[in-house]
């Protein structure tokens, strides 16, 4: 497989279309795929079967993560999150059973087509975003840094899905017709009733009236040099766009900063774009400037999701919510 890959690359190279155009995908080719595809070869790029599969999850909150076409962790858990809800069995397989109760063969709506508008094109992006929180502090907005960063999260994409999906595209015309997944979710906003944090799993199931599981998101939760509490806390406020105060003496060592310093909002902000504070103090639930990386690698203590994750979560809990930190 590894060669086919590369003679593709580098038949592209030679014809003069690019490394995106070798790993292009058309919306036909994921909408329309069926379970019987599910094992076809479909090159280095992302698998329209698993993109099908992660999109059909998104849409009933069972959050995938990003949804890049990979047969990653993020994907397995939201898979064995559905078959439990589902009575399908434990297990994180997407076996034929598991895709028809999610409408797999049926479904064929899962790209559309969106056109970019002027305030797309408008938007004012940051030329880098520094690692040091210093020179971060002195930014006006920790903006995105691309049309394909800030388009990728807002449709819950990856990049490189993004760009596949539209390989000749520029990203910077308004009007410009582009294809994306069609993730939306809709959940009653105030309906959640408790939230887990399972260290366990990497999960955050949210749980609405009669114990009913209403969503739920891959989530990095502490470490083992700092962290996240135990036992049951509580919802204490939501800030949307939020900006953040680095304190080392409270919070953790960055770097060579001593001081404290206040950082500007911006989806590449450390927290995203949602702060969740829980009743012990200087502990939440937060979004990420980077969602690939949720579940994947520790926090300092709090509880991270990706940006749109985070942002539903916000809309659904409200003061005084039960947070249970579980093992």
Not at 56 to 80: Q, T, Y
Request: hydrophobic share 35%.
């Amino acid at each position: 497989m590894k060669t086919a890959n590369l003679r593709m690359a580098m038949l592209a190279v030679v014809l003069g279309l690019g490394a995106n155009s070798a790993l292009a995908l058309t919306a036909d080719q994921i909408n329309q795929v069926t379970f019987s595809d599910r094992q076809r070869p479909w090159g280095a790029g992302p698998d329209p079967f698993i993109v099908k599969a992660q999109v059909l999850l998104s849409r009933r909150s069972i959050s995938p993560g990003v949804i890049d076409g990979g047969h990653g962790e993020n994907f397995r858990k939201a898979v064995a999150q559905f078959r439990r809800q589902a009575n399908l069995g434990a297990g994180d397989e997407m076996d034929e059973l598991t895709w028809l109760g999610l409408g797999g063969d049926s479904a064929n709506d899962v790209v559309s087509e969106y056109k970019l508008s002027e305030k797309d094109t408008a938007y004012d992006f940051a030329d880098a975003i520094p690692r040091d929180y210093a020179k971060q502090a002195k930014m006006k907005r920790l903006s995105y840094t691309s049309p394909e960063e800030m388009l990728g999260e807002r449709f819950h994409m990856s990049e490189k899905l993004l760009r596949a999906l539209n390989p000749d595209a520029a990203f910077s015309e308004a009007g410009a017709s582009l294809f994306v997944v069609s993730a939306e979710r809709s959940l009653e906003k105030g309906s959640a009733r408790r939230i887990d944090a399972v260290k366990s799993t990497g999960m955050v199931v949210v749980f609405g009236a009669d114990d009913k599981v209403l969503a739920s998101y891959p989530a990095t939760i502490g470490s083992e040099n700092t962290p996240s509490p135990t036992g049951e806390y509580t919802v204490e406020r939501v800030a949307r766009n939020p900006n953040y105060t680095y304190d080392p003496e409270k919070n953790f060592q960055q770097g060579k900063n001593t001081k404290t310093l206040v950082l500007p909002p911006g989806p590449n902000g450390p927290v995203g774009t949602i702060w969740i504070a829980l009743s012990k103090p200087t502990f939440g639930i937060h979004g990420t400037p980077e969602p690939s990386q949720v579940s994947k690698t520790t926090s300092h203590g709090c509880v991270r999701l990706t940006n749109w994750d985070a942002e539903e979560l916000a809309d659904l809990v409200k003061p005084g919510v039960p947070v249970r930190f579980v093992d």
